[in-house]
């Protein structure tokens, strides 16, 4: 069983900066696929980031590629989500989520994902 605890989000005008860490638990969790999604209102949980297993290849949605940086710190079994350049159609809640099994092509799916953080808000505004 893992957790996954983030932490950062809030309040930022367009073209700022946040970032985003989500800790696991467990010394398994840097072998896991890690990934980012998030999920505005009214709208289905959108896949953004994902590093899979304990390899260093991240990949990125569309939306948030060249904007957006996900890495893995393996000492602290952490998470980060550095988002640059926020623009207001970034709001949204924002999940970490892991799993163990996911296969490669399986990744960009929420459903396919055991583990989920709490959330956290990011609003952009214009």
């Known amino acids: 069983q893992v957790q996954l605890v983030q932490s950062g989000g809030g309040l930022v005008q367009a073209g700022g900066s946040l970032k985003l860490s989500c800790v696991g638990s467990?010394?398994?969790?840097?072998?896991?696929?890690t990934a980012w999604f998030r999920q505005a209102p009214g709208k289905e949980r959108e896949f953004v980031a994902v590093?899979?297993?304990?390899?260093?290849?991240?990949t990125y949605a569309d939306s948030v590629k060249g904007r957006f940086t996900m890495s893995r710190d393996k000492a602290d079994n952490t998470v980060s989500l550095q988002m640059n350049n926020l623009k207001p159609e970034d709001t949204a809640v924002y999940y970490c989520?892991?799993?163990?099994?996911?296969?490669?092509?399986?990744?960009?799916?929420?459903?396919?994902?055991?583990?989920w953080g709490q959330g956290t808000q990011v609003t952009v505004s214009s």
């Open positions: 590093i899979f297993r304990s390899g260093s290849s991240t």
């Open positions: 467990g010394r398994a969790f840097n072998s896991y696929t």
């Open positions: 989520a892991a799993s163990s099994t996911i296969i490669l092509s399986a990744r960009f799916s929420a459903s396919n994902y055991a583990y």
